[in-house]
């Protein structure tokens, strides 16, 4: 790929000479992505939509700014559907896992009135509306669950009683999850979106908002899980009785956002999720 007009005034604008062209990166599965040496060091340049990477940057300032210890790429610039942000070395040391539930445990602390993001994002490719609410139930139900719901009916991907069990499940909520302070959260923390580095773990790739701090480890464990020595950490002594419920629970976004994304493959495990939540 060669450097565009709008990519070198980015590069240009955060004082950064290239020194060679940007080279592919794997797993670009939304964006296309890339590495490129400069002057000052070698960077990642992301190119996409302008709204999805304008969500990406103001999420990755605010992880960086939360002070959790964990590492976060810098964002060196971000305009015209160009992200650029600094490149991270890998290398992992023997405490890495519980690093990561310590740093998730301090992110997660801090905590805010309201339940949302004062922008939308995104997560994958489907718009993500965070439009603040007061109540963390109410905020599910309306501003993920229902959504993607509606979403996945109009394309065919689901039919009427499947909507009905989620939409009981989904009015439902009141009856057993408390609402507390609402925390910082990744939003999108699936285990590719976690790195590891001489410096410590890192995670790339958000879709920031606050809400329940669950939302982040029933996406670690969806398709995998940390070992014990994260959970330890990240509990320190307090696990929820109720964790395999919510666990359950916050699997269910990202689960439709999938059948959504991929299609009907993802549809036995929407319902397995579905039963496990009507029966818990």
Request: aromatic content about 6%; overall charge negative.
């Given at each position: 790929?060669?450097?565009?007009?709008?990519?070198?005034?980015?590069?240009?604008?955060?004082?950064?000479?290239?020194?060679?062209?940007?080279?592919?990166?794997?797993?670009?599965?939304?964006?296309?992505?890339?590495?490129?040496?400069?002057d000052q060091g070698e960077v990642v340049v992301k190119h996409d939509d302008p709204e999805r990477l304008?969500?990406?940057?103001?999420?990755?300032?605010?992880?960086?700014?939360?002070?959790?210890?964990?590492?976060?790429?810098?964002?060196?610039?971000?305009?015209?559907?160009?992200?650029?942000?600094e490149a991270l070395a890998s290398g992992?040391?023997?405490?890495?896992?519980?690093s990561l539930g310590e740093g998730l445990r301090r992110l997660h602390a801090l905590t805010g009135e309201s339940h949302g993001w004062?922008?939308?994002?995104?997560?994958?490719?489907?718009?993500?509306?965070?439009?603040?609410?007061?109540?963390?139930?109410?905020?599910?139900?309306?501003?993920?669950?229902?959504?993607?719901?509606?979403a996945c009916q109009a394309r065919g991907l689901m039919d009427g009683r499947l909507r009905q069990r989620i939409e009981a499940i989904a009015h439902g909520l009141e009856s057993w999850l408390p609402d507390p302070p609402a925390s910082l959260i990744h939003g999108d923390?699936?285990?590719?979106?976690?790195?590891?580095?001489?410096s410590g773990p890192a995670i790339i790739d958000p879709a920031v908002y606050r809400h329940y701090p669950e939302v982040d480890l029933a996406m670690l464990t969806l398709f995998g899980s940390p070992g014990?020595?994260?959970?330890?950490a990240y509990w320190n002594g307090g696990t929820p009785t109720d964790w395999p419920r919510r666990?359950?629970?916050?699997?269910?976004?990202?689960?439709l956002n999938h059948l959504l994304l991929f299609g009907g493959g993802y549809r036995g495990a929407v319902e397995q999720v579905v039963s496990r939540l009507e029966t818990a």
């Amino acid at each position: 790929m060669s450097i565009d007009e709008s990519l070198a005034a980015l590069l240009s604008d955060a004082g950064l000479t290239p020194r060679g062209e940007p080279q592919p990166l794997g797993g670009g599965d939304i964006a296309a992505v890339y590495r490129l040496s400069t002057d000052q060091g070698e960077v990642v340049v992301k190119h996409d939509d302008p709204e999805r990477l304008a969500g990406e940057a103001d999420g990755l300032r605010a992880l960086r700014e939360a002070g959790s210890g964990l590492v976060v790429p810098e964002v060196l610039g971000e305009a015209g559907g160009w992200l650029v942000m600094e490149a991270l070395a890998s290398g992992r040391a023997p405490d890495d896992e519980a690093s990561l539930g310590e740093g998730l445990r301090r992110l997660h602390a801090l905590t805010g009135e309201s339940h949302g993001w004062p922008r939308d994002n995104a997560c994958g490719r489907t718009p993500q509306p965070n439009a603040p609410l007061p109540d963390g139930r109410a905020f599910q139900r309306d501003r993920r669950l229902l959504p993607l719901v509606d979403a996945c009916q109009a394309r065919g991907l689901m039919d009427g009683r499947l909507r009905q069990r989620i939409e009981a499940i989904a009015h439902g909520l009141e009856s057993w999850l408390p609402d507390p302070p609402a925390s910082l959260i990744h939003g999108d923390l699936w285990s590719g979106n976690v790195l590891f580095t001489p410096s410590g773990p890192a995670i790339i790739d958000p879709a920031v908002y606050r809400h329940y701090p669950e939302v982040d480890l029933a996406m670690l464990t969806l398709f995998g899980s940390p070992g014990a020595a994260f959970f330890e950490a990240y509990w320190n002594g307090g696990t929820p009785t109720d964790w395999p419920r919510r666990e359950t629970l916050f699997q269910l976004y990202p689960l439709l956002n999938h059948l959504l994304l991929f299609g009907g493959g993802y549809r036995g495990a929407v319902e397995q999720v579905v039963s496990r939540l009507e029966t818990a």
